[in-house]
């Protein structure tokens, strides 16, 4: 069992930045693809970006130039570097891991972005 445990969010003005986190435990093999997710009241939950084991990366268009996804493998962890940070970012952000067919989700941080 994959536990995963997000850290990072919190309140940030337009324009900042904020550097999300996400550390998983429960095995000692390397996950599959990891991402992260959002979701804003009132909405469904969509892909921010993930990144494979091998760092080949896909982000959303929405994202693109302003988000930078990364991992460490050797500690099963995943980071979302935000920047230039927009009030309709503003949401719930989850990691996400793959592992043996299985996806997981962490239990969510959230991101307040103010104008």
């Known amino acids: 069992q994959v536990q995963l445990v997000e850290s990072g969010g919190g309140l940030v003005q337009a324009g900042g930045s904020l550097r999300l986190s996400c550390a998983a435990s429960?095995?000692?093999?390397?996950?599959?693809?990891m991402g992260w997710y959002r979701q804003a009241p009132g909405k469904e939950r969509e892909l921010v970006a993930d990144?494979?084991?091998?760092?080949?990366?896909i982000y959303a268009d929405f994202v693109k130039g302003r988000f930078t996804i990364s991992r460490d493998n050797a500690k099963n962890t995943v980071s979302l570097q935000m920047n230039s940070l927009k009030v309709e970012d503003t949401a719930v952000y989850y990691c996400?891991?793959?592992?043996?067919?299985?996806?997981?989700w962490g239990q969510g941080t959230q991101v307040t972005v103010s104008s």
């Open positions: 429960g095995t000692l093999f390397r996950l599959g693809t």
């Open positions: 996400t891991a793959n592992f043996r067919f299985r996806d997981y």
């Open positions: 990144i494979t084991g091998s760092g080949n990366t």
